[in-house]
């Protein structure tokens, strides 16, 4: 077996271990190390697996940290990281957002 062979199934074995973990244990607040993390990882395997399900899959990760974040009344640190995610995961192309902030009320 080559370096890719092994790097392929190193990645196979992250992205199984992933799909079938509870991920509540990764909402430790740091960039690569919860669901932000989680999420970017899965949006970049995607990309290189090209299958639909594993792009879904960050997809749902990644409304799940936006829906946390609009429950909250409190703009928390976090906040800085995952917009920086929705940013670099739009200028690379990978989802398409509008990033413009409302702040008038409606």
Same mark, same amino acid.
């Given at each position: 077996?080559?370096?890719?062979?092994?790097?392929?199934?190193?990645?196979?074995?992250?992205?199984?271990?992933?799909?079938?973990?509870?991920?509540?244990?990764?909402?430790?607040?740091?960039?690569?190390?919860?669901?932000?993390?989680?999420?970017?990882?899965?949006?970049?395997? !995607?990309?290189?697996?090209?299958?639909?399900?594993?792009?879904?899959? !960050?997809?749902?990760?990644?409304?799940?940290? !936006?829906?946390?974040?609009?429950?909250?009344?409190?703009?928390? !640190?976090?906040?800085?990281?995952?917009?920086?995610?929705?940013?670099?995961?739009?200028?690379?192309?990978?989802?398409?957002?509008?990033?413009?902030?409302?702040?008038?009320?409606?």
């Amino acid at each position: 077996m080559d370096k890719s062979d092994l790097n392929e199934k190193k990645l196979i074995d992250i992205v199984k271990f992933l799909t079938t973990s509870d991920l509540s244990k990764y909402n430790n607040g740091n960039l690569l190390g919860d669901k932000t993390g989680v999420s970017l990882f899965m949006f970049y395997y !995607a990309m290189l697996s090209k299958k639909e399900e594993h792009y879904n899959f !960050a997809f749902e990760i990644l409304e799940e940290v !936006a829906g946390i974040h609009s429950k909250i009344d409190v703009i928390p !640190a976090s906040i800085s990281k995952f917009g920086w995610l929705l940013l670099h995961l739009n200028q690379k192309g990978i989802i398409e957002t509008d990033l413009t902030y409302n702040h008038e009320k409606k």
